[in-house]
């Protein structure tokens, strides 16, 4: 590891600063490692400090502000994928993340490195350090360090490796099964993934019960990670073995609110659970997304994910996207994303006329981002009268488009939106609400609708379709589309249920850390030619910039090898 690596008595030091727990049942005086691995109330102690250790922020490169583990992961997950669209530059390195302009030296690259192995570094000392089978308490904590271990192994693996079906050969992350951390290799991804879910089954194995909220491992949170694994390495057999394991799904009734109440709703598997007090504000996740509570509202839902959405006005999913209007100014406005000069895009804003029976779209002046002396500045190139047409997607969904410089490109018309630089405003709020504040919320890394969703993923490619269909249905069932928008009698177009399937995850699961991974594993390109600061452009789903590069901290102490491309 690097020169960072938390060696145990650092580890056992820094649980003091990040559990609220009670440390009375030992004296101050006798408080050392021994003490701590030697008592279930230790180990609880340590546990709960990886847990903390997910939230906490680390002053890394220049500052500790927004670096936590988790938004790390959730936006180096999410914002290299299509359904989000960056409204301008940032200094944050969330920008990099989205444009595929990763680098080893960026901060959140090292950090998200550096505490993942903190907190398998830390879990490894409560494996270690107790025996099994003593009691149920002392083995529901090895049954969550062994959870914590193989999650934080697998979304590293995520992260930093190609996918398992890309081949298991591949170059996977470092291996880290004991608190001995002599020797450094990257282990195969194929290596990584095989103990993984060793550990997953153990953690299954060992916990009977959870030990209160969704902020702490469970039985069935480890079974549920395990049907993700299991998917990932393309084993569907066993992906729904697994998924009828788990018992009845609990989806939650009021999905409008689920998210603001995540950490104690039935639905929630595992999330990273923060109090009122740990409301991170602009730091957040959330704050990203939202506007609201000042947040910083840079990222937008993306065009085609609204597309996918507005199929069906009635889907209750579409209450997390919050179009900014100009309330002053009702005029209906047409909005539509092409390139740029510069290999990004713009958004173009025209006002809609009639002219006899057609509708026509009026764009009063194009504004392109262009380089001058080396910075990036908005100039007028272009205004034009464009006719309005329309297309059936799939053959059966409505979708209006226009012919501009001699290409198709598909339009939103909206009541005059609140635009950031060129591109309208649609706040995302999965991310906040909880106990009323804006930005707060317990991220949720694993629920029962994905559950759900990987079974249906493996029904589809078992060519169950039916079974596919009817997990699909039970989804949109709950989100509120009518009957006549389920697919169990009605294909509406498709001609692959796996395309429906990743089209419900890619709705169901937006924002969460899911569309990338879904994507490149199933060996499928990502199309993200539309509105945003990203390029304009299709990365192919065998790119090497698909994995992100090691940490330089890492590499250049302990010399494995870097990433291809980096």
Known sequence: MKTKTLYLAVALGMMLGFSSCDLNYFPSDELNSNALLGDPAGAQYIVDGCYAML???????????????????????????????????????????????????????????????????????????????????????????????AMCHFQMATIFAKPYSHGRENPGIVLRTSTNTAETTRAT???????????????????????????????????????????????NDSVIAVVNQMGAPALDPDYEHYFAKALTSKETLFCVAHTSLEDRGQ?????????????????????????????????????????????????????????????????????????????????????DT???????????????????????????????????????????????????????????????????????????????????????EAYAKLGRNAEALADVDMIRQRAGIPAEGMFSSNMHGYTDVLDIVLDERRMELAF????????YRNKRDMDRRFGGVHPWEIVKWDDNKIQYPIPYGEWSVSHIDQNPGY
């Open 55 to 149: 939230k906490e922020e680390y002053e890394y490169i220049e500052y500790a502000s927004s670096n936590t583990y988790v938004r790390h992961y959730m936006q180096m997950a999410e914002f290299p994928a299509d359904n989000t669209c960056l409204s301008g530059r940032t200094t944050d390195p969330l920008y990099q993340a989205t444009c595929y302009k990763m680098t080893d030296n960026l901060k959140n690259v090292g950090l998200f490195w550096w505490v993942g192995y903190k907190v398998i570094f830390t879990a490894n000392t409560v494996i270690e350090g107790f025996e099994e089978g003593k009691t149920i308490e002392c083995d529901q904590l090895l049954g969550e360090a062994y959870f914590l271990r």
């Open 189 to 235: 991804v194929g290596e990584v993934y095989d103990q993984v879910v060793r550990d997953l089954n153990k953690a299954a194995n060992l916990m009977s019960k959870s030990r209160g909220n969704a902020g702490y491992a469970s039985k069935n949170a480890a079974l549920g990670l395990l049907s993700r694994v299991y998917l990932y390495e393309e084993k």
């Open 283 to 367: 730091a957040s996740i959330g704050s990203m997304f939202n506007g609201d509570g000042g947040g910083w509202g840079e990222v937008y839902c993306s065009d085609p994910l609204l597309n996918l959405y507005e199929r069906y006005p009635e889907d209750v999913r579409l209450t997390y996207i919050k179009p900014q209007y100009y309330e002053k100014d009702t005029l209906e406005k047409v909005y539509f994303a092409v390139p740029d000069s510069i290999g990004s895009s713009i958004e173009l804003e025209g006002v809609l006329r009639t002219d006899g029976s057609d509708l026509y779209c009026a764009i009063i002046e194009r504004v």
């Open 370 to 456: 262009i380089k001058s002396g080396g910075k990036e500045k908005y100039d007028t190139v272009f205004s034009a009268t464009l006719p309005l047409q329309e297309e059936l997607v799939n053959g059966e969904y409505p979708q209006k488009y226009v012919t501009y410089e001699g290409k198709n490109y598909p339009v939103r018309i909206a009541k005059t939106m609140i635009k950031r630089n060129s591109f309208p405003n649609y706040f995302v709020t999965k991310f906040g609400y909880q106990d009323g504040k804006p930005q707060l919320s317990s991220p949720v890394f694993l629920r029962w609708a994905e559950v759900i969703l990987n079974r249906a």
């Open 512 to 519: 969460e850390g899911h569309r990338m991974f879904d994507v």
